[in-house]
Each structure stands twice: as structure tokens, then as C-alpha cells.
């Protein structure tokens, strides 16, 4: 039953949880990010590695799905990493004209490096909360993510970025039974993911995912 007292509690809610996502993205992942690569990337180009290094993705069509931007934006993030030798550019064997992009051994070493430095301050932050009580806030955001999701009007149209989070889950396609932007491209044929210039109509653009 809404009310008052409910649009206070809800408006609480939202308020807490920004607070959260900007002191863990905006102040504890900056931080790490800095103390490992220093000031050769940001966190929109760690999500770039992170997403070839636990997904699919193959190509800079892929990385604007993921993004929610346009190609043109996407191959600006990806030169610029291929620049600092994180990334390296390959010609795609189905299509000439297209190129496949993979993690450089320094790519991926200083992935590890983030992930370790990030695990060990996660661990010191959370170490005297009791697990039970981090399943249900878990179980509770999901909820609630998910009910958000529900009344969007057009949820194939937007991606969550669960790839470099929740990994083989996309909460999109739990609640909405329909894949996200990301998922679609990505389950296309190879060839054709290759061969397609995907640009991301313009009310696909919502920034979703930490800020970043």
C-alpha cells in the first residue's frame, strides 16, 4: 500500500543504495584501479577488459551492446586500450573487413592484479558482517533490480552489465523472459556479429551499472 510513509522509505531506499554503488565504484574501485594501472585506464575501459575476459564478446559491435553506446564511442574506448597494449586488434577469419579483439598477457595480468587488490579490501570492508545477512541483502537487491526491470517498457532494449558481474546470469532475461540488447547481439551467427554495424538507438542509452 503506498503513501507518504512509503514514498519516504522508497525514496531512503534509492538514495542508500547510490551512496553505496559511488563509495564502492567511485571511491574503493577508482582507488584500486589507480594503486594497479596508475592513470592508464578508467573504469568505463576496465569494463571493457573485464567483458572480453568473462564473456563472449568478440568485437567492438559487442562492446557497444554492452556499453550502450555507438559503435563510433565503442572503437574509441577499444583504440585506446589496444594503444596501451591491454587489447590487440585481429583480422576476423569469417569477415576481412571486420577484426577480433583478445586481452594482451599484460591485459590479463593486470586484471589479476585489480581483482586481487579489490578481494582483499572487499574482505577487510565486509569481515564482520554475518554471511546470512549479505545472502538476503543479495536476494533483496536482485528483487528489486528485477522489479524495476519489470516495468520498464522496454527491456530488451537495455543491458545490466550482469556479464562482469553475475557471469552466466542476465537478470534481464530472468524476469522479462527476453534477452537483453548485449545477449541478442551476442547469440547472433558469428559472421554475422562480425559484419553488422550495431548503433544503439538513442532511448537505449540509460546508464545502467555503477557509474563509470
Not at 6 to 17: F, K, P, V, W, Y
Not at 144 to 163: D, F, M, R, W, Y
Amino acid at each position: 500500500m503506498g503513501g507518504p510513509n512509503t514514498e519516504l522509505l522508497i525514496s531512503d531506499l534509492l538514495g542508500s543504495a547510490h551512496l553505496f554503488i559511488s563509495a564502492v565504484s567511485g571511491v574503493m574501485e577508482e582507488k584500486v584501479l589507480s594503486e594497479t594501472a596508475g592513470k592508464q585506464l578508467t573504469l568505463s575501459q576496465l569494463k571493457v577488459l573485464k567483458l572480453l575476459q568473462l564473456t563472449d564478446a568478440r568485437n567492438v559491435g559487442d562492446v557497444a551492446a554492452f556499453l550502450g553506446v555507438s559503435n563510433a564511442a565503442a572503437s574509441k574506448t577499444v583504440d585506446r586500450l589496444v594503444r596501451r597494449k591491454y587489447l590487440k586488434r585481429t583480422e576476423a577469419p569469417s569477415d576481412r573487413r571486420s577484426s577480433e579483439l583478445t586481452l594482451t598477457a599484460p591485459g590479463r595480468k593486470m586484471l589479476i592484479q585489480y581483482d586481487a587488490v579489490k578481494t582483499r579490501k572487499l574482505a577487510r570492508v565486509f569481515h564482520d558482517f554475518d554471511p546470512e545477512d549479505l545472502r538476503r541483502t543479495t536476494e533483496l537487491l536482485e528483487q528489486l533490480t528485477k522489479g524495476v526491470v519489470t516495468h520498464s517498457a522496454n527491456p530488451e532494449e537495455i543491458c545490466l552489465q550482469c556479464g562482469i558481474y553475475l557471469q552466466k546470469r542476465c537478470l534481464v532475461r530472468e524476469v522479462a523472459r527476453t534477452d537483453c540488447m548485449y545477449q541478442r547481439r551476442i547469440k547472433r551467427p558469428k559472421a554475422t556479429r562480425n559484419a553488422t554495424h550495431t548503433e544503439i538507438p538513442a532511448r537505449s542509452r540509460p546508464r545502467v551499472g555503477p557509474p563509470g
